[in-house]
């Protein structure tokens, strides 16, 4: 029985050593930063979302923006880094998932008041990929039938006016 | 008899010339459907192709229906003008909101329609769904629709149809415009569409230098220039991504933006008077004096307010901010350099009261601006002054009181009293909307804020508006962006004449 007992009090101890470990890399929604932003203002969070659109290099430095479905936001990091995401979100592709830690500024000395977040440790979690299209033919031939009975309606209507200017 | 023969000749005139406007909007569907086989988009290319042959057969329809009107000549009456524009309107936004629906990127097709009246309207709040997802061909669409609706609609088609637009001035009118830069209205129209061209070009072209500059690919950078261009132009602020005007992270791409929804707030006829040489109008005219002040004082106001609330770390962040989204809200156009929370979150009641006040005020008449109109701003305090200095000098002096808006004007009760009933109007739905907002748990400030963008048709959000919000709340905020735009009669016309009709099926039933 005290070898259970002892086993048990050995398996508590790990887990809560283990929990006590994990505890600093906790991802924050993007929402939270903006309804929580006097908060959070010059502290070090982790977000994860979706690069989207393209990247806008300033010089060594480059903005990104992140989506994580809440909302999205820009993020200012190291030129060589950027250059590094190989997808970005549009309607053709998903962008790649990247893990991004660094300083949220509710209203960013450096760029004009702008809520944004300094980037300094990033990671991608999972690469984007091409969006495949699936076209119904449903959809196709309902344009077809409409677009010829559209016709057929123009060339009505051309003739009855060409008749009354005659 | 005559008047039931009378009725239906009615019917028939607004049946022709509401198809030949969405004859013309419907042909606009092109431009996305060549846009997305550019981009090889094959989806919303096969919805812009399903939507535009509903578009055609309907607007056919309605013209065949309507031909005879044509036929015995009969004369077009100012309710029927005022009628067509107004109900056009509605036509087309359910039309055009099918791309929309087609697309998957609205939840309901009550989103889509808020979507379309909200580009018409120049309003530019969206419940699109996935922002960053859409495609161009859509984006295209949505930046069309806002660009046409600032110039509106009967204006475009009085352009290409000059020939088959009977009573033309009293559609012009019924639109919400006024103002004749040349004898006739289809001249006019043509010049409204040669200003905006010629500024489309120019203002493209540097938003295009401007985007490389910041790090857009060149076609990238193509397209956000142009939909920025369109946004701006028409004060409308839809942009193709959800972070708005914050996307691009460049204060030299919202200083250009600003330079062109400044000038798209002005009215036509300044633009004209000043190519035609006549740049005394700058410095004379009672919009632009009534536009300096109040946007001056209101940048001043919110500037103190925020300094006191610490909200910005330095002059810079906050005239940055604080400059760009004031003169957004009182030109109408609704980019927003903060996030939508950031006003509730930040600014403070007296911040969100100076953008209620702007955004209510608005840009000038006869331009792509909404609001009640610095012009109507400017008549009811010259005429307040005017009836100040009545009472203090004698009953025998007969002054005649001026104000100047493209030429002198003689400044009576009349005009005093017209700019007064509209302001009243704007105040009475701005009003309403704020109460229904309230009345679904919202606090009250929020609620004003969003009810004065929607009704100034401006843009910016407080963040009410999502596709989570009431249903009744939509619906109440479509009506009041298309009153808003139309200013009122037009609309009211439309409800008269569709009530006098059901009047008088009414009587005929219990006749018989």
Same mark, same amino acid.
């Given at each position: 029985?005290?070898?259970?007992?002892?086993?048990?009090?050995?398996?508590?101890?790990?887990?809560?050593?283990?929990?006590?470990?994990?505890?600093?890399?906790?991802?924050?929604?993007?929402?939270?930063?903006?309804?929580?932003?006097?908060?959070?203002?010059?502290?070090?969070?982790?977000?994860?979302?979706?690069?989207?659109?393209?990247?806008?290099?300033?010089?060594?430095?480059?903005?990104?923006?992140?989506?994580?479905?809440?909302?999205?936001?820009?993020?200012? /990091?190291? &030129?060589?880094?950027? =250059?590094?995401?190989?997808?970005?979100?549009?309607? @053709?592709?998903?962008?790649?998932? *990247? %893990? !991004?830690?660094?300083?949220?500024?509710?209203?960013?000395?450096?760029?004009?008041?702008?809520?944004? /977040?300094? &980037?300094?440790?990033? =990671?991608?979690?999972?690469?984007?990929?091409?969006? @495949?299209?699936?076209?119904?033919? *449903? %959809? !196709?031939?309902?344009?077809?039938?409409?677009?010829?009975?559209?016709?057929?309606?123009?060339?009505? /209507?051309?003739?009855?006016?060409?008749?009354?200017?005659? | 008899?005559?008047?039931?023969?009378?009725?239906?000749?009615?019917?028939?005139?607004?049946?022709?010339?509401?198809?030949?406007?969405?004859?013309?909007?419907?042909?606009?569907?092109?431009?996305?459907?060549?846009?997305?086989?550019?981009?090889?988009?094959?989806?919303?290319?096969?919805?812009?192709?399903?939507?535009?042959?509903?578009?055609?057969?309907?607007?056919?329809?309605?013209?065949?229906?309507?031909?005879?009107?044509?036929?015995?000549?009969?004369?077009?009456?100012?309710?029927?003008?005022?009628?067509?524009?107004?109900?056009?309107?509605?036509?087309?936004?359910?039309?055009?909101?099918?791309?929309?629906?087609?697309?998957?990127?609205?939840?309901?097709?009550?989103?889509?329609?808020?979507?379309?009246?909200?580009?018409?309207?120049?309003?530019?709040?969206?419940?699109?769904?996935?922002?960053?997802?859409?495609?161009?061909?859509?984006?295209?669409?949505?930046?069309?629709?806002?660009?046409?609706?600032?110039?509106?609609?009967?204006?475009?088609?009085?352009?290409?149809?000059?020939?088959?637009?009977?009573?033309?001035?009293?559609?012009?009118?019924?639109?919400?415009?006024?103002?004749?830069?040349?004898?006739?209205?289809?001249?006019?129209?043509?010049?409204?569409?040669?200003?905006?061209?010629?500024?489309?070009?120019?203002?493209?072209?540097?938003?295009?230098?401007?985007?490389?500059?910041?790090?857009?690919?060149?076609?990238?950078?193509?397209?956000?220039?142009?939909?920025?261009?369109?946004?701006?132009?028409?004060?409308?602020?839809?942009?193709?991504?959800?972070?708005?005007?914050?996307?691009?992270?460049?204060?030299?791409?919202?200083?250009?933006?600003?330079?062109?929804?400044?000038?798209?707030?002005?009215?036509?006829?300044?633009?004209?008077?000043?190519?035609?040489?006549?740049?005394?109008?700058?410095?004379?005219?009672?919009?632009?004096?009534?536009?300096?002040?109040?946007?001056?004082?209101?940048?001043?106001?919110?500037?103190?307010?925020?300094?006191?609330?610490?909200?910005?770390?330095?002059?810079?962040?906050?005239?940055?901010?604080?400059?760009?989204?004031?003169?957004?809200?009182?030109?109408?156009?609704?980019?927003?350099?903060?996030?939508?929370?950031?006003?509730?979150?930040?600014?403070?009641?007296?911040?969100?009261?100076?953008?209620?006040?702007?955004?209510?005020?608005?840009?000038?008449?006869?331009?792509?601006?909404?609001?009640?109109?610095?012009?109507?701003?400017?008549?009811?305090?010259?005429?307040?002054?005017?009836?100040?200095?009545?009472?203090?000098?004698?009953?025998?002096?007969?002054?005649?009181?001026?104000?100047?808006?493209?030429?002198?004007?003689?400044?009576?009760?009349?005009?005093?009293?017209?700019?007064?009933?509209?302001?009243?109007?704007?105040?009475?739905?701005?009003?309403?909307?704020?109460?229904?907002?309230?009345?679904?748990?919202?606090?009250?400030?929020?609620?004003?804020?969003?009810?004065?963008?929607?009704?100034?048709?401006?843009?910016?959000?407080?963040?009410?508006?999502?596709?989570?919000?009431?249903?009744?709340?939509?619906?109440?905020?479509?009506?009041?962006?298309?009153?808003?735009?139309?200013?009122?009669?037009?609309?009211?016309?439309?409800?008269?004449?569709?009530?006098?009709?059901?009047?008088?099926?009414?009587?005929?039933?219990?006749?018989?």
């Amino acid at each position: 029985m005290q070898k259970y007992i002892k086993t048990l009090m050995w398996v508590l101890l790990f887990t809560f050593a283990l929990t006590f470990k994990v505890n600093a890399q906790s991802l924050t929604d993007i929402n939270d930063l903006i309804e929580k932003a006097k908060e959070y203002d010059g502290e070090d969070v982790t977000i994860q979302g979706e690069v989207i659109g393209e990247s806008m290099k300033r010089g060594n430095y480059s903005w990104i923006n992140i989506n994580d479905g809440t909302n999205a936001i820009g993020i200012w /990091l190291d &030129s060589d880094i950027a =250059e590094g995401i190989l997808s970005y979100g549009h309607y @053709k592709s998903k962008g790649d998932t *990247v %893990k !991004i830690t660094g300083i949220f500024n509710r209203a960013c000395k450096e760029h004009g008041g702008e809520a944004d /977040l300094h &980037s300094s440790s990033f =990671e991608i979690v999972k690469n984007g990929y091409e969006v @495949k299209e699936q076209i119904s033919p *449903v %959809k !196709i031939i309902i344009a077809v039938i409409l677009t010829l009975f559209a016709l057929v309606l123009m060339l009505i /209507l051309v003739k009855v006016i060409k008749n009354r200017r005659l | 008899m005559i008047s039931s023969k009378h009725r239906q000749n009615g019917i028939e005139i607004i049946s022709y010339y509401t198809g030949y406007i969405v004859l013309i909007v419907a042909s606009l569907m092109t431009i996305p459907i060549i846009t997305s086989l550019l981009f090889l988009e094959w989806n919303p290319m096969l919805d812009f192709i399903i939507s535009d042959a509903i578009a055609f057969i309907l607007g056919i329809l309605l013209i065949m229906y309507g031909m005879r009107s044509k036929e015995s000549k009969h004369d077009m009456q100012w309710k029927h003008g005022f009628v067509i524009a107004s109900l056009s309107w509605i036509v087309l936004t359910v039309l055009c909101a099918i791309p929309y629906m087609l697309s998957g990127h609205t939840l309901s097709f009550v989103d889509a329609c808020f979507d379309v009246m909200s580009g018409f309207t120049t309003t530019g709040l969206s419940l699109t769904q996935d922002l960053d997802h859409v495609s161009i061909g859509l984006n295209m669409w949505r930046h069309i629709l806002t660009f046409i609706g600032g110039q509106g609609m009967v204006v475009l088609t009085l352009t290409f149809l000059g020939k088959e637009m009977g009573g033309a001035f009293k559609m012009y009118v019924g639109e919400g415009k006024d103002i004749e830069l040349v004898p006739n209205v289809k001249g006019t129209a043509r010049q409204i569409w040669k200003i905006s061209m010629i500024y489309l070009i120019i203002g493209t072209s540097v938003l295009w230098i401007v985007g490389m500059s910041i790090g857009l690919k060149p076609v990238s950078a193509f397209l956000h220039a142009l939909f920025i261009f369109a946004s701006s132009w028409s004060t409308g602020g839809f942009a193709p991504n959800s972070q708005n005007i914050m996307y691009y992270h460049s204060i030299m791409f919202e200083t250009v933006a600003m330079v062109i929804f400044i000038l798209g707030s002005l009215n036509f006829g300044i633009h004209y008077a000043i190519w035609q040489g006549k740049r005394k109008e700058i410095v004379k005219n009672i919009e632009i004096q009534s536009f300096l002040v109040t946007s001056f004082v209101a940048c001043i106001l919110v500037l103190a307010g925020l300094a006191k609330l610490n909200v910005y770390p330095d002059a810079v962040a906050g005239f940055r901010r604080v400059i760009f989204n004031v003169i957004s809200a009182h030109t109408t156009t609704g980019f927003g350099s903060i996030y939508a929370r950031q006003f509730a979150l930040e600014w403070g009641d007296f911040g969100i009261l100076i953008m209620v006040v702007v955004m209510l005020i608005g840009g000038s008449a006869c331009s792509t601006a909404g609001g009640f109109k610095g012009l109507r701003v400017g008549i009811v305090f010259k005429g307040l002054i005017m009836d100040v200095k009545k009472l203090l000098l004698t009953e025998r002096s007969m002054n005649v009181y001026k104000y100047h808006h493209i030429k002198d004007r003689v400044l009576d009760d009349t005009v005093i009293k017209s700019s007064a009933i509209i302001i009243i109007c704007y105040i009475v739905t701005f009003a309403t909307g704020t109460i229904l907002g309230t009345f679904y748990g919202y606090p009250i400030s929020a609620s004003a804020f969003e009810s004065a963008s929607v009704t100034g048709n401006v843009g910016l959000s407080i963040g009410i508006t999502t596709s989570s919000m009431p249903t009744v709340m939509k619906l109440f905020y479509i009506i009041a962006m298309y009153l808003g735009r139309l200013e009122f009669l037009s609309v009211f016309a439309l409800i008269g004449y569709f009530l006098g009709g059901v009047k008088k099926a009414c009587k005929n039933i219990l006749k018989h």
